[in-house]
Nanobody
Framework: QVQLVESGGGLVQPGGSLRLSCTAS????????MRWYRQTPGKQRELVAV???????TYVDSVRGRFTISRDNAKNTMYLQMNRLKPEDTAVYYC????????????WGQGTQVTVSS
């Protein structure tokens, strides 16, 4: 059974920083891309950032230049460094991992709350 464990969320003031972590454990095989999503009440889940196995990254326009996604393949872990946080960044953040071997599956973390408020 594969589990994605997230950590690093919390309450921060506007302009502050947080670092989210997501670690895959269990009987997971080969991982391709890793993603961060976020969701607020009444809104559809939004793709925030993507990182390929080789390290190529993609960001939604609203976070580009402020957020950095990274990964440690040896540890099956990815991170989201969030700087200059804004109130509109408030959401539950979810990690997503795409397994391609031995089968094609997507796994989701439990979500971690990020609240940006003064």
């Amino acid at each position: 059974q594969v589990q994605l464990v997230e950590s690093g969320g919390g309450l921060v003031q506007p302009g502050g920083s947080l670092r989210l972590s997501c670690t895959a454990s269990g009987s997971i095989g080969t991982i391709s891309v890793m993603r961060w999503y976020r969701q607020t009440p009444g809104k559809q889940r939004e793709l925030v950032a993507v990182i390929s196995k080789s390290g190529t990254t993609t960001y939604v326009d609203s976070v580009r230049g402020r957020f950095t996604i990274s990964r440690d393949n040896a540890k099956n872990t990815m991170y989201l460094q969030m700087n200059r946080l804004k109130p509109e960044d408030t959401a539950v953040y979810y990690c997503n991992v795409a397994e391609v071997v031995p089968s094609s599956r997507n796994y989701w973390g439990q979500g971690t709350q990020v609240t940006v408020s003064s």
